[in-house]
């Protein structure tokens, strides 16, 4: 599939075999693709260039995919980031994403799957959307910044927690099975497993959920999520 206008991709992986082959499997997709081999490398092309997507392998030497994205982000990189790896425990995820990846997939993948996610990336990062603020309990949501405040707490959230919060915020007080968060956010041809979602719950609730504040994320046990204030939760 493509996607209709030249989208420009930084590819960071340094195994040459692997990157030739996404290098050109990305150009036959009518894409503007950079390819380099280091982290040190990707950060400097990305100081002199605009991508919509930068695609990071975890595992490069020197300087990993990981390091590279906090980086990133600790300058204030907003564009998209997808990191790709062959860790697929939670914990693993968990760190990924701290580091401000907005998704990622795991080794081995097929490149349908990656197409997707690129796509997935770049839209968020393109769509503008009209300055608007949500509230659910003592928690807002900026839907423009992507900045969640509770009291004098500011978050700012990767694309993928931002779709979440959102999502769990606009449905306060109702269970979201796993299968409805896994569509409305990747897409029901995606192969995203729970594990993925596990990941980012995991991780928002670091970030919304500080010691002494009622935690806003509920686990409903064998069907999903729900938003609510702990102490007024009661399971059915």
Request: hydrophobic share 40%.
């Amino acid at each position: 599939m493509k996607w209709g206008y030249a989208m420009r991709i930084l590819l960071a992986e340094d195994d040459k075999r692997f990157g030739n082959l996404l290098y050109q499997m990305l150009l036959r997709q009518d894409m503007q693709v950079s390819w380099v081999h280091s982290g040190d490398c990707a950060l400097d092309v990305i100081q002199n260039d605009m991508y919509d997507v930068v695609i990071l392998d975890w595992m490069m030497p020197e300087m990993s995919g990981l390091q590279v994205c906090g980086k990133l982000r600790e300058e204030g990189y907003q564009g998209g980031i997808l990191m790709l790896t062959a860790k697929d425990t939670i914990d693993d995820l968990v760190v990924g994403l701290e580091a401000g990846a907005d998704d990622y997939i795991v080794k081995p993948f097929i490149f349908k799957e990656l197409l997707a996610r690129i796509h997935s990336v770049s839209r968020r990062s393109r769509v503008a959307i009209k300055e608007t603020v949500i509230k659910a309990a003592d928690l807002e949501l900026n839907l423009t910044t992507k900045v969640a405040t509770r009291g004098s707490r500011s978050m700012q959230l990767t694309g993928r927690e931002f779709q979440l919060l959102e999502l769990l915020m606009k449905n306060y007080g109702k269970v979201l099975p796993k299968e409805r968060i896994l569509d409305h956010i990747w897409g029901l041809e995606s192969e995203v497993s729970t594990n993925t979602l596990e990941a980012f719950v995991r991780l928002l609730r670091r970030k919304i959920d500080d010691p002494g504040e009622v935690e806003l994320i509920q686990n409903i046990r064998g069907i999903g999520y729900k938003m609510e204030m702990k102490n007024d939760f009661q399971d059915s």
